[in-house]
RNA sequence: UCCAGCGUAGCUCAGUGGUAGAGCGGUCGGCUGUUAACCGAUUGGUCGUAGGUUCGAAUCCUACCGCUGGAGCCA
């Protein structure tokens, strides 16, 4: 009886400009109503934001089964799509057969309106299945895509750095160990201790040294107890390195890709980001418009300290050259004074890792944050110290042997140029743009400081 | 890890020492080309967990767990 028919996306069935018939869906009850003589169907298969109306008459051969379908229940759709007769959408398909695929009972957790992220982050499982996180995730596939495709277009080369690394000291806090046994390292899989990396980056500053740009995107782990909105233990981490490249090249750079991915998911995913304007935040759209639209700006640390120190705010914590700007400082910067991305470079030695090169004034690094509006650090970064004897001071200074770094030394050795790089947090840039303010929330299922379900 | 707040029905919440509540959802019935439909009825609870105070604890105290906001660390 049933000829075989290939599934229309909902997507592409909304976006059609002339009836289709026969149509096949599939997809998962959003929702459903009764009428007179037939019943109301909001089919959704994740394809995009909006649902498609089904209208199943009562003389459908399961039609008593088919009104005891409830939200969540999968379903298989033969119909015609025609011009809808009622008000709200253009299309609705006309069923000629549906066949009910999983039941859901009424224990089924998501209901038609109103959930909390907070509630809907115990049910990993089932919310991608609600508008917002459908939205979400789909916006995350496509950031992932433009990153790729940004990178590709300028001629730089992926690579794929260890996960597993035996660099114990990145400078980027506490690592998960790496074992199949409990004490002597010697022994063990890898013969030597060994943790799931924190940065690609020394290994990434290798094959600049060679292939000129590449870029590594990939999971990072970092085992800090932290527990805040912008931390996680698992995430994921873009980290351009470039050869014959100073600083300012860097901050060029952070601040073309930033743009750019802006522009690409506004262009590609309308629907979503209207939503996040409708329901997650309300000045989304202007604000990333904004920092599309306007250059980032650019100051010093020193620059930033006086600013601070003028601007008459009364901050909790003190301002002073050689300390750390706090969250505060940075958010005065970004959110109050220039209402805008903000590049700060230039930071006191002490204060940043051993790999960042040494300003000619001996007491700065190469080194840049790049702030936004609402997150704080999204981009972090340097123009990488290519200088062997400087190097191998610094790591003095940082209470490192150089003898641990060899390889890592002979990037100088030989044929060593000036080289700049920085890690963008993927989730971070997910939350700048999308709106949504909790870093669990854009990953599908997030690993926490004492979590990790699913 | 530190500081503050919160934890009551499937969900969102009210209840601040004396019989466990509402709205939504679910279920049943009605109405209806509906749109978070509407109307009526009904269902629904180890009040986060474990101790303690009290004649009596959702309510007061202690510890733990979880969540939220802020801080530190950073992406």
Redesign the pocket.
Known sequence: MDEPLSPTPIKGALQSTIPIEPIQLQGWVR?R??????S?I?LNDGSCLRNL?I?AKNTLPNYAALQ?L??GASISVRGALVA??????KW?V?ADKIDIVGGAD??Y?L?????????L??IAHLRPRSNLFGCVFRVRSRLAFAIHQFFQERGFVYVHTPIVTGSDCE???ELFRVTTIDCDYTKDFFARQTYLTV?GQLEAEAFALALSRVYTFGP?F?A??????????E?W?IEPEMAFCDLNGNMDLAEEIVKYLITDVRKCCPEEMELFAKFVDKELLARLDFVVERAFQRISYSDAVDLLRKSGEKFE?PIDYGL?L???H??WLTEKHFKCPVTVFDYPKE?KPFYMRLNDDGKTVAAI??LVPGI?????GSQREERLDMLEENMRGHKMDPADYKWYLDLRRYGTVPHSGF???F??MLMFITGV????DVIPFAR????AEF
């Open positions: 929702t109503r009764d009428s007179k003589d037939f109301f909001e109306q209208i005891r409830t939200t809808s007769q009622g008000k709200g959408q609705e006309v009424d224990t957790p209901q038609k309106k109103g959930h909390t992220p907070e509630f982050r115990e400078g980027a806090g940065s990072t970092r800090e107890n932290s527990n805040t909105s912008r931390h996680a233990s995430f981490m914590f750390n706090q969250s505060e940075e958010r204060i944050d790049l704080g650090e999204i981009v972090g890690g963008l947090g989730e971070r303010s909790n870093i669990r926490t400081p004492g979590s």
